[in-house]
């Protein structure tokens, strides 16, 4: 069993930058594969980015050139870098985790979820 607790949410102004964390526990975590998804209010729950070994991510267009993803095998923990972060960019922001193969950028693919960790940007 994994758990996953994230946290860095905040408020932040346009064009800011945020971290987000995502600490795992449970079971040996480096074999499994890491996504960030975020969900605003009255929108269905999105993928954002995701992660297994540190040459093997991947992004959604929205996030290219502004967000990277990368982890920390030996910490437990996989990070979300926001730079250049918009208005539309808030919502909250889950971290998911899965340990089959292939990138699979569906909520319902994902095993594990943290709780969430609000972000919210100002214009």
């Known amino acids: 069993q994994v758990q996953l607790v994230e946290s860095g949410g905040g408020l932040v102004q346009a064009g800011g930058s945020m971290r987000l964390s995502c600490a795992a526990s449970?079971?040996?975590?480096?074999?499994?594969?890491v996504a960030w998804f975020r969900q605003a209010p009255g929108k269905e729950r999105e993928f954002v980015a995701r992660?297994?070994?540190?040459?093997?991510?991947y992004y959604a267009d929205f996030v290219k050139g502004r967000f990277t993803i990368s982890r920390d095998n030996g910490e437990n923990t996989v990070y979300l870098q926001m730079n250049s972060l918009r208005p539309e960019d808030t919502a909250v922001y889950y971290c998911?985790?899965?340990?089959?193969?292939?990138?699979?950028?569906?909520?319902?693919?994902?095993?594990?979820w943290g709780q969430g960790t609000q972000v919210t940007v100002s214009s």
């Open positions: 998911a985790a899965r340990s089959g193969v292939g990138v699979r950028t569906t909520a319902a693919d994902y095993d594990y």
């Open positions: 449970g079971v040996p975590f480096g074999t499994y594969a």
């Open positions: 992660i297994r070994r540190p040459d093997n991510t």
